[in-house]
């Protein structure tokens, strides 16, 4: 052992809020764990620190049912003898919007800040791979060091070098080594307390300390021992010492070691400060340290080498050689309806809830701070890492599944009521008393409207056989009816019961009228006699569907041939179904020992055309896949038992639409298969783009053969609105809602594999245990996937991807209304962003209450202006941090109604503070 080498022993837990077990049965543990942990602060006696992972939900969480240890909390807070923050829960950062992410910091430092201190390290331990945009998210918050060890190119870069993200942000890294985030725990901790190896982990019954169990039919029931007596044999400190350094020396760059003390819900014990006073004293001279990680740090930082490597990008590299840093990238195939669940969630509150409740603020009404809040937290709840990755038993995803159906509820209610009172502030007053309006709100700055799907009630005593639609000015807008029927919905009144009235509800296609940025337009309905069919409808035949942009046409397998008028390039055989066995976990991909694929293409499908007409038409393709109803019981093949999963997908086209929108409907009847769409673009692509938290990744098509490597390399990849490939003249954009992960396949098709559902009996292959008893992650029965082709010139840049991204996510909300007497006009725009370069990435009241915060990014990488028009005038503004501290003011014209806040540089993040002029 090198004698300049210093041990700074990291005492903490990695605190799982919901894996092994549902949230409540976890939460127990953590009482008794803080319990315990405040006991030993109290006591000292050399246990100086402790880490509570990062997160600082876990405080929220012990206090709820330990309320009166508030004093205690903070107290060692501030007292920096309790680490915690800078994250409110531990995300899988991969599998959030930017936007999210923000929010999750926010609300990490704001908890920690107000529990007396903010642990300024970026400590992101277990993630399944770290978004290229993480060194300038951190830095936003003041945060200038990355603690991680997955994804990260181990047999490239040292321990410690520099992370430069896309936009040039720098961040010092730390990667952590062979055995990640418990080096000291299983390399001396457990030789010296349990006798026992690093992974040396069976229990023998002789071994006794009065095991217990309660009674219950569950296969992750556990065992408790109630008498364990912990050893100590001392001689196994120095040379678990001497392994922890050799383990990683050869890439150390300062003699600093972090000797990282705790696992996976592991609770501390004051051994651990009598192992580091007994090291000392065996090695004749203070050599190990009891350590905060800010202190550890500041130490590395002093002994640092001038020429430290630089690594650029996201870090999603697979493990190459001797480690237990694997990436796991199989992961986001794993329950992919909580991806979509997380995806709508998002969309929710980021694009529809918030931006209407500040249009509603702007006018003076009252922010809901609370309901918000409430969503967030629950939203942010389900990105910790087990949560969204759908790792964990049925009942957590189960309660994942219920937070986002309550965030859900919450947020339409904000939208409800948000724009309900910007309605009370319009002025109709010259129309009818009985005149029926629709005001559509356009909650995206940038331009937006098109065909949508609306439902129109008119009263059915004056109710005709159609309607008409026009602008105030008197402007027909175009509408094309599908359904109608009678019904009585219901009016609320504040101070009474619901009243029902007559009505017929009018389905229809409406064209909107563009709308310029973030605000509104006002229509007005009026019954009509049917309208006389028009000739020219979007269905053209049958089976093929087109408009200005393009042709689709659909062949009797089901498969898709679209060309793309603009270009002139042809797509052909699109939407193939593919399933192949699997027989992996939710981390790694397995499949059968003789496995065999089976295509829809070449099958038999049914096509019907739904409805057609001008404005839209919608195709249905019916097909039945016969699919081995599972794998064998010893895994080595797929069953011979054939059984039909039904499938059903719905295409529609819209006039002057550039994308072709797609919801499939699959009936899954078979488990133990992974089941993808394929989409063959034909183009000699060597790269595809992934939109991903403020960035669009390039990423090589080839996948190297990773022969020796402990995981191999793979093609397959999360993303987030879309994934694109390009040749550079000619693309196809794959937009979708929460379909995770993606795979551009390396053939001269280079199709896009999109992972539907990846299914398999519940098992943890690493510790070879089973769980017969968790079914969910089968996904059996009805699963649902929206997604849309967007064929385009170029790259996805100069294609305009990402905003029609934006607007195929967040179309214009419809509300329905009568006639108001406010003061407003009918139709207003409150905030448009000039450049579509710039994508929105949310809107929120300042935390300190002083003005509105516009949050944008730059995804693309040439550098674009950050030019606002404000239909209210705007008083003063400036570029703020993430964390919202001022950075440098913005330039306002003198009537208020243009912002300018310079360039953003490519891949940047920036947000704008607004404050209105009264």
């Known amino acids: 052992m090198d004698p300049k080498h210093e041990f700074h022993v990291i005492s903490n837990t990695h605190w799982d809020r919901e894996w092994r077990?549902?949230?409540?049965?976890?939460?127990?543990?953590?009482?008794?764990?803080?319990?315990?942990?405040l006991d030993l602060l109290d006591r000292g006696k050399g246990f100086k620190y402790f880490h509570l992972d990062a997160h600082t939900i876990m405080l929220e969480d012990y206090l709820e049912v330990r309320p009166e240890k508030l004093a205690a909390l903070k107290r060692h807070v501030a007292a920096r003898r309790l680490l915690v923050g800078p994250w409110y829960t531990l995300p899988d950062a991969c599998s959030c919007s930017g936007e999210a992410l923000v929010r999750n910091l926010l609300r990490g430092t704001r908890m920690a800040r107000d529990f007396g201190h903010v642990m300024e390290v970026g400590y992101t331990p277990n993630g399944f791979g770290q978004p290229s945009q993480l060194p300038q998210l951190y830095a936003g918050f003041g945060i200038d060091t990355v603690m991680f060890y997955r994804g990260v190119?181990?047999?490239?870069?040292?321990?410690?070098?520099?992370?430069?993200?896309?936009d040039g942000t720098r961040a010092l890294a730390f990667r952590f080594g062979k055995y990640a985030r418990y080096n000291f725990f299983f390399l001396v901790y457990r030789p010296v307390v349990h006798g026992r190896r690093a992974f040396e982990c069976e229990y023998r019954w002789p071994e006794g300390a009065l095991p217990f169990r309660l009674d219950r039919e569950l296969s992750y029931e556990p065992y408790y021992l109630l008498d364990f007596q912990p050893l100590f044999a001392a001689d196994r400190i120095v040379p678990g010492l001497e392994e922890v350094a050799a383990t990683d020396a050869a890439t150390m760059t300062t003699p600093v070691v972090i000797a990282m003390q705790g696992c996976d819900s592991t609770a501390p014990d004051d051994t651990e400060a009598r192992i580091v006073a007994e090291a000392n004293r065996l090695l004749g001279a203070e050599k190990v340290f009891h350590s905060a990680l800010e202190d550890v740090v500041?130490?590395?930082?002093?002994?640092?080498p001038a020429d430290l490597q630089v690594a650029h990008g996201e870090m999603r590299h697979t493990l190459h050689s001797d480690g237990q840093t694997n990436l796991y990238p199989a992961i986001y195939g794993c329950r992919v309806y909580l991806r979509q669940a997380n995806a709508f969630s998002e969309a929710n509150l980021e694009n529809w809830a918030e931006p209407a409740a500040c249009m509603a603020w702007l006018l003076g009404e009252e922010y809901p701070h609370g309901l918000l809040r409430l969503a967030w937290k629950l939203l942010l709840e389900n990105h910790a890492h087990d949560s969204i990755g759908g790792c964990a038993m049925d009942r957590v995803h189960e309660d994942v599944m219920n937070r986002f159906a309550r965030c859900d509820d919450i947020t339409h209610e904000v939208t409800r009521s948000s724009l309900a009172k910007v309605v009370r502030h319009l002025d109709t007053?010259?129309?009818?008393?009985?005149t029926v309006l629709l005001v559509a709100f356009n909650c995206l700055p940038h331009r937006n409207g098109g065909v949508i799907r609306a439902a129109v009630?008119?009263?059915?005593?004056?109710?005709?056989?159609?309607?008409?639609?026009e602008t105030l000015a008197g402007q027909a807008v175009p509408h094309q009816l599908v359904a109608m029927q009678d019904l009585r919905p219901t009016v609320q009144k504040p101070n009474d019961i619901p009243s029902?009235?007559?009505?017929?509800?009018?389905?229809?296609?409406?064209?909107?009228p563009p709308q310029a940025g973030m605000g509104w337009t006002t229509l007005r309905v009026r019954p009509a006699a049917p309208?006389?069919?028009?000739?020219?409808?979007?269905?053209?035949?049958?089976?093929?569907l087109e408009n200005e942009f393009m042709r689709v046409t659909a062949h009797p397998d089901g498969t898709l041939d679209l060309l793309d008028k603009d270009s002139g390039h042809t797509f052909p055989g699109l939407h193939a179904f593919e399933s192949d066995g699997e027989t992996g976990d939710p981390w790694n991909r397995m499949t059968p020992t003789t496995d065999c694929t089976y295509s829809s293409r070449g099958g038999k499908a049914r096509l019907a055309m739904l409805d057609n007409g001008p404005l839209a038409a919608s195709l249905e393709i019916t097909l039945a896949l016969k699919l081995p109803e599972g794998v064998l019981p010893d895994r080595s093949a797929r069953s011979d038992t054939l059984v039909p999963c039904p499938i059903r997908t719905v295409l529609t086209l819209r006039r002057g639409c550039r994308w072709l929108d797609m919801h499939t409907v699959v009936n899954n009847t078979v488990r133990d298969h992974r089941l993808r769409l394929l989409l063959p673009t034909a183009l000699k692509a060597k790269y595809s783009w992934g939109h991903m938290p403020f960035d669009v990744v390039k990423r090589p098509v080839h996948v190297p053969g990773g022969e020796g490597w402990l995981e191999p390399p793979t093609g397959a990849h999360p993303q987030k609105l879309f994934v694109d490939v390009s040749d550079g003249r000619t693309g196809l954009a794959v937009l979708n809602r929460g379909i995770t992960q993606y795979e551009v396949l390396d053939t001269p098709e280079r199709p896009v594999a999109l992972t539907l559902m990846r299914c398999f009996q519940m098992r943890n292959t690493v510790q070879n245990l089973d769980y017969p008893d968790q079914p969910g992650t089968q996904c059996q029965g009805r699963q649902e996937f929206r997604y849309a082709l967007l064929p385009h010139r170029g790259d996805w840049d100069a294609g305009g991807v990402m905003a029609e991204a934006a607007r195929w996510n967040v179309p214009p909300v419809i509300c329905q209304v009568g006639v108001g007497r406010g003061h407003l006009p009918p139709e207003t725009t409150l905030f448009s962003v000039a450049d579509e370069t710039l994508a929105f990435s949310g809107i929120k009241p300042a935390e300190d209450g002083a003005g509105l915060i516009l949050r944008l990014y730059n995804p693309s990488e040439r550098t674009v202006a950050c030019e606002l028009r404000a239909g209210h005038p705007v008083a003063w503004a400036e570029s703020v941090r993430l964390d919202e501290k001022p950075l440098a003011a913005a330039t306002v014209s003198k009537d208020g109604r243009l912002v300018s806040a310079g360039q953003v540089g490519p891949k940047k993040v920036i947000s704008l503070r607004l404050r209105m002029a009264q």
């Open 531 to 544: 309208a006389a069919a028009r000739a020219q409808k979007i269905g053209v035949r049958r089976n093929a």
């Open 21 to 37: 077990f549902p949230f409540e049965r976890t939460r127990a543990m953590l009482v008794e764990m803080m319990d315990r942990l």
């Open 153 to 166: 190119p181990r047999q490239d870069v040292k321990s410690e070098f520099i992370w430069q993200g896309p």
């Open 429 to 434: 007053s010259r129309l009818p008393g009985d």
């Open 298 to 304: 500041a130490r590395v930082r002093q002994q640092l």
């Open 457 to 469: 009630d008119l009263p059915l005593a004056t109710a005709g056989e159609d309607l008409t639609i």
């Open 500 to 512: 029902p009235f007559h009505a017929r509800r009018f389905l229809l296609h409406l064209d909107l």
